[in-house]
């Protein structure tokens, strides 16, 4: 049985530690986890049951839940080579998604040649079965979600070492109020307006300064800027989300991002001194940023719109399936 897992002010806790392990090393030589005394038990965390599941549930496509707290039926792998993409940190098996996600990915790796980009190297999607993670990330739990790394993809097939150790690139400066101009380039802000002006795309997750810099310089036509939301974090990929698959009732997405830019006084309160020094603060002080950055970002970052707790409590049994059933059915 699954427990509510996560809710409000815990999601938020979370999601600032989740961040940082993201770009923790993989390992060449993967062990199964050991398996648990009594998987039965109502107390088991749903993260330690999903965590065991290598395989997918091979029923229709659905994504359960909302992207913080659900789980997905008939996941997909992105193959871990294509012609214009390469996964990363193969040994975590979290290239999986809903087929919606990996077309999306196959569509964008196809585009992004012609932007300047010469490919993907994509970070996590989901867990076979989607659901939460032990390690890193709030979200990803449906199968919607891609982390896109900010390096673009070298000139040759990476080994399985590269891609287990190699470290992404960091495009934000020290004094974390802007890019960082020995490393930043325009085919950066070329591959993420790539990804936004995909209809399929609900809303992508960066840092501050990134978006600070994709706002100085957009482009024609900025209208893609609104998906592109400041987050913490995010520095050395960017998250991409995209909408609950057409047909997928049972999957709740989150309210637009508001229509506007996002470039003005939202932005601003980013490089306050306050947020922009926040480890210094006060355990207090940081969760107060913490609820009022999830409130500038439409409570959507966590991704639990205002309302959507009861659809939370409903994610459990319907997620059932997704546990237990052996693969294969
Ligand atoms: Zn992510």
């Known amino acids: 049985m699954i427990r509510p897992v996560v809710t409000g002010l815990s999601v938020l806790a979370i999601a600032l530690a989740a961040e940082a392990v993201a770009q923790e090393r993989g390992t060449l030589n993967p062990q199964p986890l050991p398996p648990l005394a009594d998987p039965a038990d109502p107390n088991t965390p749903a993260k330690e049951l999903f965590a065991r599941k290598p395989e997918p ?7 359960i839940g909302n992207y913080v707290h659900g789980c997905l039926a008939g996941a997909v792998a992105l193959p871990i080579n294509g012609k214009t993409w390469q996964v990363m940190r193969v040994s975590r098996n979290r290239n999986w998604g809903h087929p919606d996600l990996i077309r999306f990915l196959e569509r964008m790796a196809n585009k992004v040649p012609r932007v ?5 190297l994509v970070g996590d999607l989901a867990q076979p079965r989607g659901g939460p993670m032990l390690t890193g990330h709030t979200s990803h739990q449906i199968g919607l979600d891609a982390d896109i790394w900010l390096t673009p993809m070298p000139d040759h097939a990476l080994s399985r070492k590269e891609r287990e150790e190699m470290s992404a690139t960091n495009v934000v400066a020290a004094d974390r109020t802007e890019v960082d101009p020995m490393v930043w380039t325009p085919a950066h802000v070329a591959v993420i307006r790539a990804a936004a002006e995909d209809p399929a795309v609900e809303r992508i997750f960066v840092n501050a300064a990134i978006k600070k810099a994709l706002c100085r310089d957009p482009g024609s036509n900025p209208a893609w800027l609104h ?8 520095d050395y990929h960017f998250h991409v989300r995209i909408h609950c698959p057409a047909g997928n009732p ?3 997405g989150q309210p637009p991002p508001p229509p506007d830019d996002g470039c003005g006084k939202e932005l601003d309160w980013w490089f306050t001194d306050a947020v922009v020094h926040r480890r210094r603060a006060a355990p207090q002080a940081r969760a107060a940023l913490s609820a009022k950055a999830a409130d500038q970002a439409d409570r959507s970052a966590a991704g639990l719109p205002a309302g959507a707790r009861g659809a939370v409590t409903k994610t459990g049994p319907l997620c ?8 294969g059915m």
């Not at 300047?116 to 993907?120: E, F, V």
């Not at 998906?227 to 995010?234: A, E, I, Q």
């Not at 059932?320 to 693969?327: M, Q, R, V």
């Open 57 to 63: 549930v091979h029923l229709a496509a659905r994504a």
């Open 116 to 120: 300047g980009w010469p490919g993907l």
């Open 227 to 234: 998906k592109v939301r400041p987050w913490w974090h995010h």
């Open 250 to 252: 049972d999957c709740h």
């Open 320 to 327: 059932w399936p997704a546990i237990d059933f052996p693969s």
